[in-house]
Every structure is written in structure tokens, then in C-alpha cells.
T-cell receptor, first 115, second 114 residues
Framework: DQQVKQNSPSLSVQEGRISILNCDYTNSMFDYFLWYKKYPAEGPTFLISISSIKDKNEDGRFTVFLNKSAKHLSLHIVPSQPGDSAVYFCAARGNSGGSNYKLTFGKGTLLTVNP | KAGVTQTPRYLIKTRGQQVTLSCSPISGHRSVSWYQQTPGQGLQFLFEYFSETQRNKGNFPGRFSGRQFSNSRSEMNVSTLELGDSALYLC?????????????FGPGTRLTVL
């Protein structure tokens, strides 16, 4: 059972435009969400996170939005740059107890930003 | 600070063999977690070690094991290799652990089982 889903395996956008990457989750115990970026032959790099007590977190060109009622989060990149081309993983973590506190990852979305 | 390092970067083994992968965390980080990445399953949590003790475990068979040393370096062992074990194995470190801290990943070890 996939608890974190990234339904778009790939996304292609033009340089300068907005990139929107989406993520859905099913486990209501998740209360902390992260986005990681991964280039080929490298490990994932932490990008931005959001706690469930917030609905938005911004860091430079990157903004993450959380809709708890819909169990949905999205990552906005504005403006998109060719160097943003990578695989983006959404991850979720629950509060302590049981197995919810480990990071559960989506399968990733390959973002290609065209010059 | 130096990042998380993993050795070797690439490995080729045959079915039935065993393999040991190594991970050196960021200096000062006491938690080391291991993940398996495959095209079909994405990134899946294997286990976490903290202060030389396995603290959390994912849903993998007992062929997958690990340990952590007093200097926080960690090793992961896979015995009786199967074709399906071919994957990128990622190690991540954090100061206090997966339940509270952001994890920092190494570049991974690409294991191919023939």
C-alpha cells in the first residue's frame, strides 16, 4: 500500500515558468512533509519541509503548500531554471510511535526545465 | 563539514553471494539510516541505527542486516543475494534520528546482482 503518491512520473516546463509538483498521502498520522531533489549519480538533497501546523512554507524560489483536509501537498518552483532539472521526491513522516516516524517516500517526479 | 560518504560506489555480485556496504555519516551525526531505491518501488526504508543500536526497521527480510560502530560509521550486509536486490542503496545521517531531524543522504552504492 503506497502511502505517499506522486502520480506524475515526469513534468516538463519552460525556463522562467512555474513548476508545480504534486504529492498525495493517505496516512493521517503523517505530520511532517519534506521534498528532496535528486540528480543522477547523487543522493537525494533536502530541499524544503513543512509541518502540519502550517499550510505554506517558502524558501527562495521554492514554496511548499499543504492541504491537510485533502491530504495533498505541492511544491512550487518559481521561476524554474534548467539547473532545477532533477527527480523530486516527496516524503512524509508521522509523530512518534509505531512505524509512522520513518520517512515514507513517493516514487518521484522527473522535472525537466527546458531553456 | 564533509558530507555522507558511501563505499563502494558500485558493486557487481552474483546470486547467492553476500555483500557489505559502508557508510560514514557527517561528523557529529549519531543516526544512520539505510534506504533501498529501485525503479519500481522508489525509496524504501531499511533500518536506522543510533548509538550502535538498531532503533527502527522497515519491512525487509532478515537477509538485510546492519550494524553501527562507536564512531557512528555503519555497515549494511545483504546475504544470499537475489536478482531483486539490485538497487541503489542510500545511507542518510542526522544528529538525533529520523523522527526529528532532516536526513542528509550520501551518493549511494549501486549494487548489481547477476
Amino acid at each position: 500500500d503506497q502511502q505517499v503518491k506522486q502520480n506524475s512520473p515526469s513534468l516538463s516546463v519552460q525556463e522562467g515558468r512555474i513548476s508545480i509538483l504534486n504529492c498525495d498521502y493517505t496516512n493521517s498520522m503523517f505530520d511532517y512533509f519534506l521534498w528532496y531533489k535528486k540528480y543522477p549519480a547523487e543522493g537525494p538533497t533536502f530541499l524544503i519541509s513543512i509541518s502540519s501546523i502550517k499550510d505554506k512554507n517558502e524558501d527562495g524560489r521554492f514554496t511548499v503548500f499543504l492541504n491537510k483536509s485533502a491530504k495533498h501537498l505541492s511544491l512550487h518552483i518559481v521561476p524554474s531554471q534548467p539547473g532545477d532539472s532533477a527527480v523530486y521526491f516527496c516524503a512524509a513522516r508521522g509523530n512518534s510511535g509505531g512505524s509512522n516516524y520513518k520517512l515514507t517516500f513517493g516514487k518521484g517526479t522527473l522535472l525537466t526545465v527546458n531553456p | 563539514k564533509a558530507g555522507v560518504t558511501q563505499t563502494p560506489r558500485y558493486l557487481i555480485k552474483t546470486r547467492g553471494q553476500q555483500v557489505t556496504l559502508s557508510c560514514s555519516p557527517i561528523s557529529g551525526h549519531r543516526s544512520v539510516s539505510w534506504y533501498q531505491q529501485t525503479p519500481g518501488q522508489g525509496l524504501q526504508f531499511l533500518f536506522e541505527y543510533f548509538s550502535e543500536t538498531q532503533r527502527n526497521k522497515g519491512n525487509f527480510p532478515g537477509r538485510f542486516s546492519g550494524r553501527q560502530f562507536s564512531n557512528s560509521r555503519s555497515e549494511m550486509n545483504v546475504s544470499t543475494l537475489e536478482l531483486g536486490d539490485s538497487a541503489l542503496y542510500l545511507c542518510a545521517s542526522s544528529q538525533q534520528g529520523i523522527s526529528t531531524d532532516t536526513q542528509y543522504f550520501g551518493p549511494g552504492t549501486r549494487l548489481t546482482v547477476l
